[in-house]
């Protein structure tokens, strides 16, 4: 069984980029897909994005298209999130998990989750 764990999460001013990891231990990464969620507190856990097994398949929340770019690297066990432009309603607590389907945006379809990873915009 996939075990995940997220990196790369900050504080940083409106504007500004990170870049999460999510990186996978296992031998079989390259058999899920993965998604990138964010929790805010009081709010459900959203979609934020979605890449296939092979990375030709993405899918974005309408609310991060043009500023977020979802990526991996199966030789490496990782999937990345560059986040650019980032904005204060961007604050989140954010997870990365796998599932068996392609782009899908539920919660529900997703199987294994990683701890999370804290990213915080200032004004």
């Known amino acids: 069984q996939v075990t995940l764990v997220e990196s790369g999460g900050g504080l940083v001013q409106a504007g500004g980029s990170l870049r999460l990891s999510c990186a996978a231990s296992g031998r079989t990464f390259s058999m899920y897909g993965m998604g990138w969620f964010r929790q805010a507190p009081g709010k459900e856990r959203e979609f934020v994005a979605a890449i296939n097994v092979n990375g030709a398949v993405t899918n974005y929340a309408a609310s991060v298209k043009g500023r977020f770019t979802i990526s991996r690297d199966n030789a490496k066990n990782t999937v990345y999130l560059q986040m650019n432009s980032l904005k204060p309603e961007d604050t989140a607590l954010y997870y990365c998990?796998?599932?068996?389907?392609?782009?899908?945006?539920?919660?529900?379809?997703?199987?294994?989750w990683g701890q999370g990873t804290q990213v915080t915009v200032s004004s």
């Open positions: 998990a796998t599932t068996q389907w392609v782009g899908v945006t539920s919660t529900q379809m997703y199987n294994n």
